[in-house]
């Protein structure tokens, strides 16, 4: 069965760099969501989205950006990056939007800042 | 917001040995995920559950909802098991996801 995709799985970035991490969604998945895992920290939610609006928001940083676009994938655009940023990025897809407690993981995208 | 506990924290085991995690959170849900994340950081969901039991191959997941419990059993363990298991539930009202701190199981041969 089709999984979440996620590109790239890893990627190395330098400081105040760019970096746009893509999530595809499990087929017929509207929402998507975004966590961030750092060192030894449990993941943490950053924003979701619904048909392609924004759903929920979470402690995600204001350098940070999302959305979702017509296939209902998701890109994660991260700004000025800093050190802090190195973290695993994973998304989940759920099924049948709002209020769906189905999540399906993506494998996740390493981010590192040099 | 809802809140997660597992445990133990840290567990060794010898290669063969029945495997229990347990899992708590404060607030009713609907359903209550189980993830596995190797060393190297992939995240794999085992179970998804809202009641009862699951069962995956040597994995078994129960849940008790009114109890606000779950559990997760490995049993016949394997050094390939070792790895970081992770309970999440949603956040009260939310469809978003507050994870456990996770349990890092390690099987030795």
């Known amino acids: 069965a089709a999984g979440v995709i996620q590109s790239p799985r890893h990627l190395i970035k330098e400081k105040r760099e760019t970096a746009t991490l893509k999530c595809y969604p499990i087929p017929r998945h509207d929402t998507v969501y975004w966590y961030q895992q750092g060192p030894g920290q449990d993941p943490q939610f950053l924003i979701s989205?619904?048909?392609?609006?924004?759903?929920d928001k979470g402690s995600i940083p204001d350098r940070f950006s999302a959305q979702q676009f017509s296939d209902y994938h998701s890109e994660l655009n991260m700004s000025s990056l800093e050190l802090g940023d190195s973290a695993l990025y994973f998304c989940?897809?759920?099924?049948?939007?709002?209020?769906?407690?189905?999540?399906?993981f993506g494998p996740g995208t390493r981010l590192t800042v040099t | 917001k809802n809140e997660v506990e597992q445990s133990p924290q840290n567990l060794t085991a010898q290669e063969g040995e029945f495997i229990t995690i347990n899992c708590s959170y404060s607030?009713?849900?609907?359903?209550l995920h189980w993830l596995q994340q190797h060393p190297g950081g992939g995240i794999v969901s085992l179970f998804m559950l809202s009641s009862g039991k699951k069962k995956h191959g040597r994995l078994i997941a129960t849940i008790n909802i009114q109890e606000k419990h779950s559990s997760l059993h490995i049993t016949a363990s394997h050094p390939r098991d070792s790895a970081v298991y992770i309970c999440?539930?949603?956040?009260?009202?939310?469809?978003?996801?507050?994870f456990g701190k996770g349990t890092k199981l390690t099987v030795n041969p």
């Open positions: 607030v009713g849900i609907s359903a």
């Open positions: 989940a897809s759920s099924p049948t939007g709002k209020l769906s407690y189905e999540q399906y």
């Open positions: 989205f619904y048909e392609k609006m924004q759903s």
């Open positions: 999440a539930v949603p956040q009260g009202g939310s469809e978003k996801l507050v």
